[in-house]
T-cell receptor, first 114, second 113 residues
Framework: NAGVTQTPKFQVLKTGQSMTLQCAQDMNHNSMYWYRQDPGMGLRLIYYSASEGTTDKGEVPNGYNVSRLNKREFSLRLESAAPSQTSVYFC?????????????FGPGTRLTVL | GIQVEQSPPDLILQEGANSTLRCNFSDSVNNLQWFHQNPWGQLINLFYIPSGTKQNGRLSATTVATERYSLLYISSSQTTDSGVYFCAVGTSGGGTSYGKLTFGQGTILTVHP
């Protein structure tokens, strides 16, 4: 039981390049999330998927797109990377049931945009 | 949106000391989690505690939802407790708040041997 996995662990891009961050969970959770963490700050929600087939914007969605490929996988795409997107990206999942929403996080992807 | 404030921002301890970390939030919540971010950046779930008291070894947490605060207690601290402790709160309501966790800025804990 690996929990939440993310690939890659590290990535360096040049301004304008594109890339996709991959996330998968094996806990049969219905909800998945993408957050970013910037130095000295907590995490901020980029996009989330409450259930398979649905996605919604979070707090900081500009410059990103997402795909909920199936129940297990949720990818984050940067179409044209900018230095402001240098950050650590975390994927999370939860079994959203009634009021309970305990989220579990992956190990993160450290992205640098030059 | 919900505001989350954690205190203190920094805490330096000698091994074996006890500490209390506080999380205040500005609105009613029905989700509250405490996380430890270790020096390798990994976020580790400590407690899911929207109300009440829980204990896990040397760590315990209490949330008083009616007064909008939560406390994390660390007893007999060890060097491996070093890292950043985050409180995150949320609701399961509809619309744009659905499933969202709002994180505090964190408390940086350093435990010296």
């Amino acid at each position: 039981n690996a929990g939440v996995t993310q690939t890659p662990k590290f990535q360096v891009l040049k301004t304008g390049q594109s890339m996709t961050l991959q996330c998968a969970q094996d806990m049969n959770h219905n909800s998945m999330y993408w957050y970013r963490q910037d130095p000295g700050m907590g995490l901020r929600l980029i996009y989330y998927s409450a259930s398979e087939g649905t996605t919604d914007k979070g707090e900081v969605p500009n410059g990103y797109n997402v795909s909920r490929l199936n129940k297990r996988e949720f990818s984050l795409r940067l179409e044209s990377a900018a230095p402001s997107q240098t950050s650590v990206y975390f994927c999370a999942s939860s079994q959203l049931a009634g009021s309970r929403n305990e989220q579990f996080f992956g190990p993160g992807t450290r992205l640098t945009v030059l | 949106g919900i505001q989350v404030e954690q205190s203190p921002p920094d805490l330096i301890l000698q091994e074996g000391a006890n500490s209390t970390l506080r999380c205040n939030f500005s609105d009613s919540v029905n989700n509250l989690q405490w996380f430890h971010q270790n020096p390798w950046g990994q976020l580790i779930n400590l407690f899911y505690i929207p109300s009440g008291t829980k204990q896990n070894g040397r760590l315990s947490a209490t949330t008083v939802a009616t007064e909008r605060y939560s406390l994390l207690y660390i007893s007999s601290s060890q060097t491996t407790d070093s890292g950043v402790y985050f409180c995150a709160v949320g609701t399961s309501g509809g619309g744009t708040s659905y499933g969202k966790l709002t994180f505090g800025q964190g408390t940086i804990l350093t435990v010296h041997p």
